[in-house]
């Protein structure tokens, strides 16, 4: 039966990439292409997509059932904003202070999930069952960690990794030296991972709940969340969650859980980020991503992305969107 729902899931996720229209919607912000090696890229307010074009990034091959690289996930090292392309089982890195394409390296198979953190990008191979630790100036891996069944998540808590497995509803914590400190049961099938109030909290995608865990891996309390639970984000006091079917996000209060609201948003919720001032809520279903006034909840902004976005990440000026279904990532200033 889990089998089935992965399948499913999983079949619903192409789907959603593969149908978005490309067009922008009445009150969307429009994006402008930037096509590879034109040398733009920053500045202005506007958004911005850069296409990592064809199916091979690198020439070695790797397809979809989309016809894709399934650009899926999104990291910023300082300097760089890194991209996985699952199919195609590499990263990519992108300039971030212009848009500049410089470089892309294989890694495992599937690579769905990237964190930087204590000095080198952390890369989730979900199909290899092991994480990879990469050198952000040279792209080399460095090293490579056995994790459970299906390793898509990565968060920090300051100094330790922590790892999402999918497959085998548990998380694994790992030294910054890559050193195994545990595995620890969550609920089902665990996707979105973040670190607030000394807590890690994981988003349960099958089980519609968030998982509360102690550093040390102890389960400290379950919270009920709209369905398909997908991305979580810290925002000072507080912790908020997506929900990919509940087409939602959900404010929980860090110190104790309590639900402060939960907001509609848009079709496919699911990667979420916070700049530090607003929130932002990738829509997977409706290829946008919106800014979301965290005292609120209110959409102040909605910008078109390119097809079926997964993930975002800020890189202290700008908000950067990989777009699953278009072989591409979307950029705008965040204010």
Same mark, same amino acid.
């Given at each position: ?106 890694? &495992?198979?599937? /690579?769905?999930? =990237? ?6 990008? *952390? %890369? #989730? !191979?979900?199909?290899? @069952? +092991? $994480? ?15 994790? &459970?069944?299906? /390793?898509?998540? =990565? ?6 990794? *922590? %790892? #999402? !497995?999918?497959?085998? @509803? +548990? $998380? ?32 349960? !995608? ?130």
């Amino acid at each position: 039966m889990i089998l089935l729902k992965r399948r499913v899931f999983s079949l619903a996720l192409l789907l959603a990439a593969a149908v978005m229209m490309p067009g922008v919607i009445k009150g969307q912000t429009p994006m402008t292409e930037i096509p590879l090696g034109s040398g733009g890229g920053g500045g202005g307010g506007g958004a911005q997509t850069l296409s990592f074009g064809g199916g091979s990034l690198d020439g070695t091959g790797g397809t979809s059932t989309a016809g894709t690289a399934g650009p899926e996930a999104v990291a910023f090292d300082g300097t760089y904003v890194w991209v996985a392309t699952q199919f195609n089982d590499s990263i990519t890195r992108v300039r971030a202070s212009d848009g500049l394409v410089s470089g892309t390296f294989k890694v &495992g198979k599937r /690579p769905v999930a =990237l964190l930087y953190a204590a000095g080198s990008l *952390w %890369v #989730a !191979n979900l199909l290899s @069952n +092991n $994480v990879m630790k990469v050198n952000t100036s040279t792209g080399a891996i460095a090293a490579t960690y056995a994790a &459970g069944d299906g /390793p898509g998540g =990565l968060a920090s808590d300051g100094t330790n990794i *922590w %790892v #999402a !497995n999918r497959h085998s @509803n +548990n $998380v694994t914590k790992l030294s910054p030296k890559g050193a195994n400190l545990g595995t620890f049961a969550v609920g089902n099938r665990p996707i979105g991972l973040a670190f607030n109030a000394n807590s890690i909290w994981v988003a349960d !995608n099958f089980s519609n709940t968030v998982t509360r865990l102690s550093t040390s891996g102890a389960v400290l309390a379950k919270y009920a969340v709209p369905r398909g639970p997908f991305g979580v984000a810290a925002q000072g006091a507080n912790v908020w969650v997506t929900s990919y079917f509940g087409q939602s996000l959900t404010k929980l209060r860090a110190s104790d859980g309590l639900n402060l609201g939960t907001f509609k948003v848009g079709d496919g919720a699911a990667g979420v980020a916070f700049d530090g001032t607003n929130l932002w809520v990738v829509c997977n279903g409706d290829s946008t991503v919106l800014k979301v006034n965290p005292d609120s909840g209110a959409v102040v902004a909605t910008y078109a992305t390119g097809k079926g976005p997964f993930s975002v990440a800020f890189d202290g000026s700008k908000i950067w969107v990989p777009n699953f279904g278009s072989n591409s990532v979307s950029t705008t200033a965040a204010n």
